[in-house]
């Protein structure tokens, strides 16, 4: 097994954050400290969690439940999108594909945590 780098899991999630930090750029500065700041925080966190999580692989329980922190986190950047629609800072169609990239990053997630020795251990 490689490293980290080398996971679906981990170009999806990180490609989603990278084109909600794109996307967000336009938001209303008034948003800057709310909105803004929760959508850039959660999607980069989704990341992080299963970067932690790859480091904690030897330990199934930890593995797990960092996969789990990393799932809440993607599951939260889907509720800040609903945000983002509903007070029209996106599309529709960025709504979509947005929420698509969460919903397959949150499916190869959970096969991570229905199958934990197929990422081995250090």
Not at 31 to 53: F, G, H, K, V
Not at 66 to 79: A, I, P, Q, R
Request: proline share 2%; glycine share 4%.
């Amino acid at each position: 097994m490689g490293d980290f780098f080398d996971l679906l899991a981990y170009k999806k999630s990180f490609q989603l954050a990278m084109e909600i930090f794109e996307m967000s750029k336009f938001f209303p500065k008034e948003e800057m400290y709310s909105l803004t700041d929760q959508i850039r925080r959660s999607s980069r966190s989704t990341n992080i969690c299963l970067i932690e999580a790859y480091r904690k692989r030897r330990y199934k329980a930890h593995f797990i439940s960092k996969l789990s922190d990393s799932d809440m986190e993607n599951s939260e950047t889907k509720g800040w999108l609903k945000f983002a629609l509903a007070c029209n800072y996106i599309t529709v169609d960025q709504y979509a594909k947005l929420t698509d990239q969460c919903d397959e990053v949150g499916k190869l997630l959970n096969h991570m945590m229905n199958n934990p020795e197929k990422y081995g251990s250090l």
